[in-house]
């Protein structure tokens, strides 16, 4: 359930709104805005009569959400939720450019590729050290050195990083070293994991599951929201269909649908959506015509050679040339970056 104040409430009065509130057990999040306050209240009450709180002095309405998820939900907090980490902005208007290597292959690796994508307009290094690799053969990452040669590479280029975390005993290892930490796509739903981000106070990539639909994706969301950390970026990364010949199929749609139910702010991943780096540049066109936030790009220096998704990785001027695009598109959907 979700109470507006009007937007003259004194702060007496919603104090008093949030103690009732607290005192028929409901858990309370508070949402300032510019001209007015929102209370989030989270519990099952069916039955509860809402007229009681409607009659308290201060309130504006009180509106049941049919949504299961609340924090999340654009009813709760109308308008976009904005993270800004040092000089990047992520959410409203601004478009935010993450790009880098699926992993972190070594210190030059990281450090060349960082210099070449924040050149062209990136201003977020990403890099895998802890990889879920579908085979256990496979390359697994460089585990803690991968991620001081990422943090390094981000100082150096003067850029914010980004990097995996695959389970809660790996939180402040990457707390330590990144600035965002990324749910993977198999990890979703790993409902433990997203308790413990929900405890700490760094923003969070959550890539949409595989086969999740949205909602579920947004109550993925509202785990780690329920923990009292608001900063959650969405990551449409495409979910598995019948069609078999790109990797995934990016779902366009759910970055409009993301955006009238939720707050949050919602970036594409052409490259694992697709798996094929001829097919990154259009489905990110796309996602950017459609009102993503920004998106995520795998780029290396030598495809061929990576540890990981090479052949989903851009070349460096094939990133280059794909940020000149976007900003003719970025204008035309009002984004700036
Ligand atoms: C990744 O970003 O490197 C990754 C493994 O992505 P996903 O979890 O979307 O497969
Ligand atoms: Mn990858």
């Known amino acids: 359930m979700v109470v507006v104040m009007e937007e003259m409430a004194k702060e007496d ?19 300032t805005g ?38 999340a939900s654009r009813t709760f907090h109308p308008q976009d939720t904005v993270i800004k980490i040092r000089n990047v902005t992520i959410g409203g208007d601004d478009l935010v450019m993450m790009a880098g290597p699926c992993s972190v292959e070594a210190q030059n690796q990281i450090s060349e590729i ?18 879920p690799r579908t085979s256990p053969y496979s390359f697994q990452g460089l585990g803690e050195d991968g ?7 981000a100082n150096k280029h003067d850029m914010v ?12 290892l990457l707390t330590e070293y990144v600035d965002v930490l990324q ?12 308790r413990e981000l929900g405890k700490i106070r760094k923003p969070v990539l959550l890539k949409r599951g595989m086969a999740a639909t949205i909602e579920e994706m ?3 969301a509202e785990y780690i929201m329920a923990g009292g950390n608001y900063d959650v970026i969405l990551c449409e990364r495409g979910i598995r269909t019948f069609e078999n010949y790109t990797r995934n199929t990016l779902d366009i749609s759910a970055i409009p649908v993301v955006k009238k139910l939720s707050h949050l702010p919602i970036i594409a991943d052409p490259s694992h959506a697709t798996g094929r780096r001829d097919k990154v540049p259009p489905m990110a066109r796309a996602a950017i015509a459609a009102g993503a936030d920004g998106l995520i790009v795998e780029v290396h220096q030598d495809p061929e050679k990576a540890l990981s998704d090479g052949a989903q990785s851009l070349y460096p001027e094939q990133f280059e040339h794909l940020m000149g695009e976007l900003r003719i598109i970025a204008k035309a959907v009002s984004k700036k970056w």
């Open 13 to 31: 009065q919603i104090q008093h709104v949030i103690s009732k509130l607290i005192d028929m057990s409901f858990d309370v999040h508070r949402s």
């Open 161 to 172: 990083c980004v990097s995996e975390v695959m389970e809660s005993s790996q939180i402040p």
């Open 114 to 131: 960082a210099q070449m994508v924040r050149t062209a307009g990136a201003t977020v290094l990403r890099g895998g050290a802890f990889k």
């Open 218 to 220: 947004l109550m993925a």
């Open 183 to 194: 749910v993977g796509a198999r990890n979703m739903q790993n409902f433990s994991l997203l």
């Open 147 to 153: 991620l001081t040669y990422l943090r390094e590479a």
């Open 34 to 71: 510019v001209n007015q306050t929102v209370l989030g209240a989270i519990g099952d009450k069916r039955g509860l009569d809402t007229g009681i709180l409607e009659l308290l002095p201060g309130v504006h309405k009180v509106v049941r959400i049919t949504e299961a998820f609340k924090l």
